[in-house]
């Protein structure tokens, strides 16, 4: 998940052309970016690998006694926090992959979860599911808000949970997604098929199908068809400052977007 923070990423203007820079030889199962524009790879060997827009590795980190991880925080420019759901544990690494922290929610005496969210002020947020309320705590196990309703998540559960812009993001593996206030009050609902990849107020930028498609409240707008580059079906993507990084699981490719005036 990164910010909308590139014009060619605006409604309405997702560019329709992408020029391959390059492709690195890494098995990865998601790729993520943040604002910075650096790239996150976690690999089929459960390890973190740390690209520039380039490609060049830039570090690494594995652990071989957690399981596979998800990168839920990228927001903040001095840490990056790993969730390990086999073993509901968190870990807090500077942004050189040094572990600075290690939580274990049983030692927060909190249920089992399969997603979690971290937030820049040091909180968590995950979903309850036996009561279908969101929660939010500080790292100490603390509670400091429930949400006043409750949610259902359309047949699915809880998969992904993102804080940015304040607002946190929930997405679930039937399709629907929660954007929800600091208070955990719901702004908007919406169910989209595909992988949701940003957002920046009431615009949505997901991937489905091969494409890149934007979603606002006039309705679809700006499909990107990738189905061509490379001709790979790509499983994972994320946003750059000036193009895309994605995966077919076997590389990683990353483009750069084409003007318009470059195409003419």
Known sequence: MVWLYQPAFGQDTLPDSFSLVTRVPLE???????????????????ELVHLDERGLVLGRYSNNYLGRPQLIHTNS????????????TLLILDKTL???????????????????????????????EPVRRFRRINIQGKLILES??????????VVKIRIQNNEVGAWTNAGR???LDLNGHLKRQIDLEGEWISWKEDEMVFFYNQTIRNHSPKGLS???DLSGLDGQPYTSLGLL?????????????????????ERN
């Open 28 to 46: 990865a199962t998601a790729v993520v970016t943040d604002f910075l524009g650096n790239i996150y790879v976690i690999s089929r060997q459960n």
């Open 77 to 88: 420019p001095l840490q990056l926090v790993l969730f390990y759901p086999d073993f509901q």
């Open 98 to 128: 040094n572990e600075l922290k290690r939580i274990r929610l049983a030692d927060l005496g909190l249920p089992y979860m399969s997603a979690l969210g971290y937030s820049s002020d040091r909180e968590l947020w995950y979903f309850d």
């Open 148 to 157: 006043s309703m409750t949610f259902v998540p359309f047949e699915g559960e």
């Open 177 to 179: 997604i929660f954007i």
């Open 222 to 224: 700006g499909a990107t």
């Open 241 to 261: 400052p000036a193009g895309i990084v994605a995966t077919n699981g076997k590389e990683v490719y990353i483009f750069r977007s084409v003007p318009r005036k």
